[in-house]
């Protein structure tokens, strides 16, 4: 207890030190470089599909992770696949340093460069995956299947570990309060969907056996994927094929379609009780749901016959609530520890004055990074197959929840002749399917 102390008042020495007449404001640009974003031009822009421009907004990201997400998936949508892959390169080898970086912070308080939650670095992995497998680079892709695979059992286990140290029962009577408030967001995903683990990347790795003709191995990624989602109708026609060890059948074309927008970190603030006689508001995480109208998408032949209705494979919403929704218990306790914790450091500083900029600097710094998130991802990515007929011609639509039209657009079928089976990506913003490169 002591250690930790000496190791808190270390560090406020330090920054006035190093602070001098700097205010908290310059003190927070030498600590972290996160400015705001112009989040909204940027969606504004995507839900045009005016990628080009989108593009520089998310180069102007000051956290280096996001920048290179961000660049990476809007270069994957404008289907640049190989700058696309230069940038999800980046942001991996960026989270790979930061998770390798010894922890030699001078306080508990300070949060340095935001590099990713767990679901994010899986997110990486599939989309970097899919970048190589519609290059025809199988070999690549599959190194990233398993690089996906390797971090969902990361995750898993990360909270696991911290869930055992943390006990349920005896949470502050604020925090089961505020814990309720919450419900509204939760009721909108399915609570059913293992936050830890996301099939799109089994899909992927069968999907790649397949190409190379290894029927056991794509059964076995089959199945793992039918473990969470036991009623996808997809993955088990799929296994089907597996378990005949069907090599024979004509190729299939393989469609992925990105629908909508992903839950966006936001705050709100509250006050809350800190001791018995003092209230503080402190700023809660929260997100913001973006709900797309598109309840299913088909493919349908010249005869107007459906011939392929689509599979949600990567439910993004709700991979991103419920992680947050199991880890909410113990990040306000956190929050809430830490804010006690500021206003035992109010006092101090009425002998010590230059504590108030270090103590209004991280929670400037804390709040910027809490509001930070890969903004570009989709609210989901839903998977289709099919077997086509020489000759005929197809169309892609998307439809609402009463099976009315929203969007369609014409699938062309140039496929590259190094593989088996056909591959193609769609993007679906405000009810629209982006149409061409922009």
Not at 90 to 99: C, F, L, T, V
Not at 348 to 360: D, G
Request: proline fraction near 3%.
């Amino acid at each position: 207890m002591k250690c930790g102390k000496i190791v808190f008042f270390i560090s406020i020495f330090y920054y006035a030190f190093i602070s001098g007449c700097q205010s908290a404001s310059n003190l927070l640009h030498t600590t972290v470089v996160h400015t705001p974003l112009d989040q909204n031009r940027q969606e504004r822009l995507l839900s045009k599909c005016d990628f080009q421009r989108a593009l520089t907004i998310a180069q102007e990201n000051k956290s280096l992770f996001l920048k290179n997400a961000e660049s990476g998936l809007i270069h994957f949508y404008r289907k640049d696949f190989q700058s696309a892959g230069h940038y999800f390169q980046n942001a991996i080898d960026i989270y790979r340093k930061e998770e390798n970086k010894p922890l030699l912070t001078f306080s508990d308080y300070l949060i340095f460069d935001y590099a990713g939650e767990g679901y994010d670095k899986v997110f990486l992995h599939d989309y970097n995956a899919l970048t190589y497998l519609l290059q025809g680079d199988l070999e690549n892709a599959r190194v990233e299947t398993k690089n996906a695979d390797f971090i969902q059992y990361k995750e898993r286990r990360k909270f696991y570990e911290r869930i055992k140290a943390f006990d349920l029962e005896k949470q502050n009577s604020a925090v089961k309060l505020i814990l309720n408030r919450y419900e509204k967001l939760f009721f909108h995903v399915n609570s059913q969907h293992n936050p830890y683990q996301n099939p799109f990347a089994f899909y992927l790795s069968a999907l790649l056996f397949e190409e190379e003709g290894r029927f056991d191995d794509a059964k076995i990624d089959m199945q793992n994927a039918l473990k969470f989602y036991t009623d996808a109708f997809l993955l088990k026609e799929k296994l089907k094929r597996y378990q005949k060890r069907d090599i024979t059948t004509v190729p299939h074309v393989e469609i992925f379609v990105d629908v909508g927008k992903s839950p966006v970190k936001t705050q709100y603030k509250e006050a809350v009780k800190v001791s018995s006689q003092k209230r503080q508001n402190i700023y809660l995480p929260s997100f913001e749901l973006y709900l797309s109208d598109v309840s299913k998408i088909v493919v349908k032949d010249q005869n107007n016959k459906v011939v392929a209705r689509s599979c949600v494979m990567a439910d993004v919403k709700a991979i991103k609530i419920n992680a947050f929704k199991r880890e909410l218990p113990m990040m306000l306790e956190k929050i809430f520890y830490e804010t006690a914790r500021e206003a035992a450091g109010s006092i101090l500083s009425e002998k010590t004055p230059f504590a108030v900029p270090f103590y209004n600097m991280i929670k400037v710094i804390y709040s910027q990074n809490s509001a930070l998130s890969w903004m570009t991802l989709p609210e989901r990515v839903e998977v289709l197959s099919f077997v086509p007929r020489k000759g005929d011609l197809y169309i892609l639509e998307a439809r609402d929840q009463e099976n009315r039209l929203i969007d369609s657009i014409t699938l062309v079928l140039n496929c590259p002749k190094r593989l088996k089976n056909c591959y193609k990506h769609f993007v679906i913003r405000e009810n629209k399917f982006c149409k061409g490169r922009k």
